[in-house]
């Protein structure tokens, strides 16, 4: 079963709310990641977590922090955020085998669409 | 560095009738894979089918199958006999085997408007 759920699907914060955007899936996966994807853009990669520890940050605005509680949940805490932070942001997650060779196919879960006024 | 194009914006098809979606991509890596995937309008990227770049054969996963050219470095999306449901865009997305934390590349994506 390839599912990755994601909740809120939609946010409305102003810029000195702090919320969070949850992730999560149950496919055994051990890497997970962050995508904010503009209207009409591919999405961005911001964060990627393998085996529960960060792997790659994107250059992300420290306004954005990501957290891995454990292998099936990954976390985005948002803190005084700005209107162009407006978004689709996607989560990701894909097996993350050692074997370079490997497919590694990244599965996306259904987004949440913030909105920052 | 890589790199992908899709050079479609956005096309109309026929219902019940075959189209191709372009996809060509730039890299120095040796060994790769390509990925498409849909999205429709509410938002959630699909993975559609995945080309590794020693793979001989061509992609096939039911309606859809990848056209994988290696020396022309292409990858083309075939779906065949389009329904309604297939109105969305797609995403030619690649990743070289020395690619950090797994990253895909994006194309720019191409919008597909399927008419009854």
């Known amino acids: 079963d390839t599912e990755v759920t994601q909740t809120p699907k939609h946010l409305v914060m102003g810029m000195t709310n702090k919320k969070s955007l949850k992730c999560e899936q149950h496919m055994g996966h051990r890497a997970m990641y962050w995508y904010k994807q503009k209207a009409k853009k591919p999405p961005e990669l911001m964060f990627v977590y393998s085996y529960e520890k960060l792997s790659i940050n994107e250059s992300v605005p420290s306004r954005f922090s990501p957290e891995c509680p454990n292998s099936s949940l990954l976390n985005l805490h948002l803190h005084a955020l700005q209107p162009e932070d407006s978004a689709l942001y996607l989560c990701?997650?894909?097996?993350?085998?050692?074997?370079?060779?490997?497919?590694?196919?990244?599965?996306f879960g259904p987004g949440t669409r913030l909105t920052v006024l | 560095a890589q790199k992908i194009t899709q050079t479609q914006p956005g096309m109309f098809v026929q219902e019940k009738e075959a189209v191709t979606l372009d996809c060509t991509y730039d890299t120095s890596d040796q060994s790769y894979g390509l990925f498409w995937y849909k999205q429709p309008s509410s938002g959630e990227m699909i993975f559609l089918i995945y080309?590794?770049?020693?793979?001989?054969q061509n992609a096939t996963e039911g309606r859809y199958s990848l056209n994988f050219q290696k020396a022309r470095k292409s990858a083309n999306l075939v779906i065949s006999a389009s329904q309604l449901g297939d109105s969305a865009m797609y995403f030619c997305?690649?990743?070289?085997?020395?690619?950090?934390?797994?990253?895909?590349?994006f194309g720019g994506g191409t919008r597909v408007l399927v008419k009854p």
């Open positions: 990701a997650s894909s097996q993350s085998r050692r074997d370079r060779t490997s497919t590694d196919t990244q599965y």
């Open positions: 997305a690649m990743r070289g085997f020395k690619a950090a934390g797994n990253k895909l590349t």
């Open positions: 080309q590794g770049s020693y793979d001989e």
